[in-house]
């Protein structure tokens, strides 16, 4: 069984920094894509960074030039540093990954319990 678990969110000033982490456990094969989304209040969960296979990112526009994803494979973790936050960065963050299981090889997709980080005075 896989399991997804982030940490890190929390109340921060604007301009302020923040880092995530998340944490994919159990019997993981391989992961072929692990990243972040964010849902604030009344909007749609929506990407924000993201590790594809072999390695390539995708960001969001509204975050590039602020936020750094990396990752930790022997670890199946990724982080998620957000410097210069704006009170529009504020919602729940959630960690998804995809892969394969051993030893069956079935795939799974699973999203974390979500974390939440307040961008406010």
């Known amino acids: 069984q896989v399991q997804v678990v982030e940490s890190g969110g929390g109340l921060v000033q604007p301009g302020g920094s923040l880092k995530l982490s998340c944490v994919a456990s159990?019997?993981?094969?391989?992961?072929?894509?692990m990243g972040w989304y964010r849902q604030a209040p009344g909007k749609e969960r929506e990407l924000v960074a993201i590790?594809?296979?072999?390695?390539?990112?995708n960001y969001a526009d509204s975050v590039k030039g602020r936020f750094t994803i990396s990752r930790d494979n022997a670890k199946n973790t990724v982080y998620l540093q957000m410097n210069s936050l704006k009170p529009e960065d504020t919602a729940v963050y959630y960690c998804n990954a995809n892969g394969f299981t051993y030893p069956s090889s079935r795939s799974f997709g699973l999203w974390g319990q979500g974390t939440q980080v307040t961008v406010s005075s």
């Open positions: 590790y594809i296979n072999g390695g390539s990112t």
């Open positions: 159990g019997n993981i094969f391989r992961i072929m894509s």
